[in-house]
């Protein structure tokens, strides 16, 4: 866990602290869930094989490790008991997959998934994950707005101050002041839909709005067609930011690291359409003044 490319854990810290947040797994009848963990014990579903479950359990053991009482509500990662569950899904299913394929000596393979964000066959991540696919683009898509490797925003997920330090990572550019808890309410509202979408209420989100209750208690009101467009809200603002806080020369080398983590094809076409403006505008600065006079 401690090498390039790793998450920068203190293993042996982690190791301490195992006795205290696991004191039981066992497999059972779970339906359709991966797994789950109440307190110190973790459940795997009885009906899945041993790979799948093996993937899902350090999904559920990054859960626990990260789990913490606060002022008597739970936090995880970067969730502080109101928002950033969306974050902290893809944050953990990132980890176990980094994890799972550690154990079993592979690679992490990155690839186009379609059909993977639920109620939106329009949206395509390009993703290693085998769930969280969303979830895992934008966390990337932060990472490279921030210019933060992601193994070191995964870290974040295991320091009780976490959240605070993304926040001053993501408002410490210009223009991002005091716009982090907005950020991270959009996303929470994206997954309150997306849980609903999960529990068979897909039809119903198809109609008007409707008013939506999130973990923290707090309604707003919402269905697919608005999840879509918060979706493509947080995409837009992560490009805007790479672009903002970059040089021209740095955007027009390194943009396609950005692009190929949109997962709307109109934020895609968007982005593409403001980097053929910078390269002409590049090119213009670039031409010397003599050529426009007389010869």
Not at 54 to 83: I, M, P
Not at 93 to 116: G, K, V, W
Not at 146 to 169: D, H, M, T, Y
Not at 239 to 253: E, R, W
């Amino acid at each position: 866990m401690n090498f390039e490319g790793g998450l920068y854990l203190d293993a042996i810290q982690i190791a301490k602290a195992l006795p205290n947040v696991l004191t039981e797994i066992r497999e059972d009848n779970i339906g359709a869930i991966h797994g789950r963990t109440d307190g110190t014990k973790i459940t795997m579903n009885v009906s899945l094989d041993y790979e799948t479950n093996k993937l899902f359990f350090f999904h559920e053991l990054t859960h626990a490790l990260q789990t913490r009482w606060v002022d008597n509500h739970e936090e995880c990662s970067f969730y502080n008991g109101e928002t950033g569950m969306f974050l902290t899904e893809g944050a953990t299913q990132f980890t176990a997959e980094i994890l799972y394929h550690i154990s079993n000596d592979t690679n992490i393979l990155y690839r186009e998934q379609p059909n993977t964000v639920r109620g939106h066959k329009e949206l395509i991540p390009y993703s290693p994950l085998l769930e969280y696919q969303l979830n895992g683009n934008i966390l990337m898509l932060l990472s490279k707005s921030l210019g933060v490797p992601l193994n070191q925003i995964l870290a974040l997920g295991f320091r009780s101050n976490g959240r605070q330090l993304l926040k001053e990572l993501y408002e410490a550019f210009p223009g991002n002041e005091g716009k982090f808890e907005e950020f991270m309410l959009d996303l929470e509202k994206i997954y309150s839909i997306d849980k609903l979408i999960i529990a068979g209420y897909e039809n119903q989100l198809r109609g008007n709005l409707v008013d939506i209750k999130m973990q923290n208690g707090c309604s707003f009101k919402g269905n697919i067609e608005s999840q879509g467009e918060l979706i493509q809200k947080v995409e837009r603002e992560l490009i805007a930011n790479f672009v903002a806080n970059n040089d021209t020369s740095h955007v027009l080398q390194n943009y396609q690291d950005i692009s190929q983590y949109l997962t709307s094809p109109q934020v895609r076409q968007m982005f593409k359409n403001t980097i053929k403006d910078l390269a002409i505008l590049k090119n213009e600065q670039n031409v010397e003044p003599s050529a426009f006079g007389p010869r």
